[in-house]
């Protein structure tokens, strides 16, 4: 699941506040045995997922919050919510391994505009496609979405009752999506970017 020596760049991004929380849940489902389950997700459920990518590629998450309405009346003068960027992260996965690990702040590098400025339509999504692309290997899979959806297909639908047996979250991410609830792109979906 995870290279033995995985490089995490740019750790000091405001953006990895939310992703070490990801981090420390796949160390922590990496050193269970096979049968434990973290909110419906297996070793063996994201291994097989893994081995099933081309190698190398990378794996892009976007996850937007609306802004509270004083942060937006801040942001957007003429009444438009304003929308902020929560977790932006990149996984580079080679040969089935998670080999590196990076926040948007690191595609920077590739010419993509600051974290502060990235909002979530068409445009911005397809210069994060561009920019990891570009900076670490072709997208699979790119989800965009909101916290409330990303809580929902990470977690489980009630977070104080966690499942206690595997959850299919490709389906449910594919429910997610059928509902308009988020976004899928990559070069292992129908919807292909480039």
Not at 67 to 93: F, K, R, S, T, W
Not at 161 to 172: M, R, S, T
Request: include cysteine; proline fraction near 5%.
């Amino acid at each position: 699941m995870l290279a033995q020596e995985v490089a995490v760049l740019d750790g000091d991004s405001p953006l990895w506040e939310r992703a070490r929380g990801l981090l420390n849940a796949a160390l922590l489902l990496e050193q269970q045995d096979e049968g434990y389950v973290w909110h419906g997700w297996t070793r063996g459920q994201i291994e097989a997922f893994l081995r099933g990518l081309p190698s190398p590629c990378c794996l892009v998450v976007a996850v937007w919050q609306a802004a509270l309405p004083e942060q937006a009346a801040a942001h957007a003068p003429d009444g438009e919510a304003a929308e902020q960027l929560m977790l932006g992260l990149v996984c580079e996965v080679v040969e089935g391994e998670v080999r590196s690990l990076r926040t948007f702040e690191a595609l920077r590098a590739a010419g993509l505009k600051a974290v502060d400025e990235l909002e979530p339509g068409y445009e911005d999504g397809l210069a994060i496609l561009r920019a990891a692309h570009a900076l670490v290997a072709p997208v699979a899979w790119a989800l965009f979405t909101d916290w409330q959806t990303w809580n929902e297909w990470l977690y489980g639908s009630d977070e104080a009752q966690p499942p206690e047996g595997a959850v299919d979250k490709g389906a449910l991410l594919t429910t997610l999506a059928q509902a308009g609830r988020c976004v899928l792109l990559g070069t292992q979906t129908a919807h292909r970017y480039l």
